[in-house]
């Protein structure tokens, strides 16, 4: 079964910190990853994304980094704000698949002022 | 203004009660999705649907119909709920044709007596 792991659960990071989530997947037919980004009360917002024939992707402070052999992906977030608060949501798109995402479970990120 | 809206935002029911959660998109995108969010799951897809007419099962779809009369409007029916389908409930739509985002409702908070 296809799946997305992300790791660590939770994490707190100080203002002006770097924050790094995880995400690895298994199945290679993935090939586009997007990132949403969710507030509590709030549905998940697209953050961020990247292809596979990328191997980073950078947007103001969130970028991407791709490992397409290790199959693993992560998201940092440099200059960490309170603001950025949320739980953060690493997703993968199958060639295979048309149109349908499979979601990891989130990492819980607190910025601490 | 919102593009994907959801109604109710919060709902209670009676288990074996019949209930049915609406979406309605102005995005004039031709998916659109149902997801329940559950602590420590992420999203977990239950149906979706490629056009109005159409509607295709989701990885967990047990317990679970849906309708899609219009482009506009996709709703979720329990038939006879029950407490495990105590969930918050995400509806979203896509392009589709190759366009891989997502764009995500508010939510509703659903909980089964």
């Known amino acids: 079964q296809q799946q997305v792991r992300q790791s660590p659960q939770s994490l707190t990071v100080w203002e002006g910190e770097t924050a790094i989530l995880n995400c690895s997947y298994e199945?290679?037919?993935?090939?586009?990853f997007p990132w949403y980004q969710q507030f509590p009360g709030e549905g998940p917002a697209l953050l961020i994304s990247i292809s596979s024939v990328s191997d980073k992707k950078e947007d103001g402070r969130f970028t991407i980094f791709f490992n397409k052999r290790e199959k693993k992906l992560s998201l940092h977030i440099t200059d960490s704000q309170p603001g950025d608060s949320a739980t953060y949501f690493c997703a993968a798109h199958a060639s295979s698949s048309f149109s349908k995402l499979v979601f990891g479970q989130g990492t819980s990120l607190s910025v601490v002022p | 203004e919102a593009a994907v809206t959801q109604s109710p935002r919060n709902k209670v029911a009676v288990t074996g009660g019949k209930v049915t959660l609406s979406c309605n998109q102005t995005n004039n995108h031709n998916n659109m999705y149902w997801y329940r969010q559950d602590t420590g799951h992420g999203l977990r897809l239950i149906h979706y649907s490629y056009g109005a007419g159409s509607t295709e099962k989701g990885d967990i779809p047990d317990g679970y119909k849906a309708s899609r009369p219009s482009q506009e409007n996709f709703s979720l029916i329990l038939e006879l709920a029950t407490p495990s389908q105590t969930s918050v409930y995400f509806c979203a739509s896509g392009a589709g044709l190759g366009g891989y985002e997502q764009y995500f409702g508010p939510g509703t908070r659903l909980t089964v007596l």
């Open positions: 199945d290679s037919t993935f090939n586009y």
